[in-house]
């Protein structure tokens, strides 16, 4: 593997020294770029994308070849792993991910196994060591999971969903049977990471993006507990450094110093948590990821600039902040705004690390 040029991203994620802020996007590689949409088209489909090696790189190049950005993220789906447990993967036009089987009941949950990623998902490890070449030292790249409660989810419901009926009246009907499958997806989860390491991740990246939804003893025990798992069973050094990881929840804002428990390095938040009060929080446990509001990308490039400039005198002197956005950018953003935020996030953080 090549030698990085460029590794402010892990050196901040560690709360190394580093001359300025790294900036990634979640969701960078993607429909905002008209790119994107032409390779989309090309491939066919989502998962033909996703399930392509060579087009998967093909995009998670795309935002590189645009922007100065210190990550590439590797492009896949959070539900690679329940589609190779078998629940048949699908995307239903206008309506997002589907599950042809959804798993309802104890039989459902007794044909759950641990998929093999050299196998059932070698497209995905494929795809990491083909973008690993591909960016050839450039920066690094990140490998990253849905979370096990929030894989359940989609699992539980078939798909998306406003208000989590279905999964939640199992988690306060038959707990027993969410924790089996939370604890089949803590494994699978984990042995997918350490894959993704194996094939040249270089730091992955947990989205517990539904774990928000619950009440708060609920996280801490379907949400939480098994994040804890999934990060004491990663791989931790890799290519002769630490490989660092990031836990996301969506709205987990109140539970940080929780998160920040778990082992990992870093805590991702949203854009309702206010930087520096969560670095008061956590100290130096921790280093942090976030948090602008994805909609200031809709404005004008002064005030894409101004808000960015909030957010890193929020997290304020010092290292171990990645900026980010509070979630995944959106479709109608235009491309402009995303070069006028990474580069005033380059020029505006340089005094804060003085």
Known sequence: ?????????????????????????????????????????????????????????????????????????LFSDILTVPDAMGLGL??????????????????????????????????????????????????????????????????????????????????????????????????????????????????LMIFDTWGGSLAHDAFRTFSLAYIERVVAGLVRESEGRRVPSIVFTKGGGQWLEAIAATGCDAVGLDWTTDLGEARRRVGARVALQGNLDPAVLFADAESVRREAGKVLASFGRGHGHVFNLGHGISQFTPPESVAALVAAVHELSRPWHA
């Open 90 to 203: 699908y995307f239903a036009e206008g309506e997002g991910p589907k599950f042809e089987r959804p798993v309802r009941d104890e039989a459902d949950v007794a044909k759950l196994a641990v998929p093999d990623p050299g196998a059932e998902l070698r497209y995905v490890t494929d795809a990491v060591a083909e973008i690993r070449r591909a960016l050839a030292g450039r920066v690094p790249l990140i490998g990253f999971s849905g979370s096990p409660y929030t894989l359940a989810c989609y699992m539980v419901e078939g798909g998306g969903s406003d208000d989590f009926r279905v999964v939640k009246s199992m988690l306060y009907r038959r707990p027993d049977l969410l924790h089996r499958i939370l604890d089949v997806n803590a494994r699978a989860v984990t042995a997918y990471l350490n894959a993704q390491v194996a094939a040249g991740a270089q730091a």
């Open 1 to 73: 593997m090549s030698p990085l040029e460029n590794d402010t991203l892990l050196r901040a994620l560690l709360r190394e020294p580093t001359g300025y802020t790294p900036v990634w996007l979640m969701r960078q590689a993607g429909r905002y770029l008209p790119e994107y949409n032409e390779t989309r088209r090309r491939a066919g489909s989502f998962l033909a994308l996703a399930k392509t090696p060579a087009l998967a790189t093909e995009v998670t190049l795309q935002p590189l070849e645009r922007f100065p950005l210190d990550a590439a993220i």
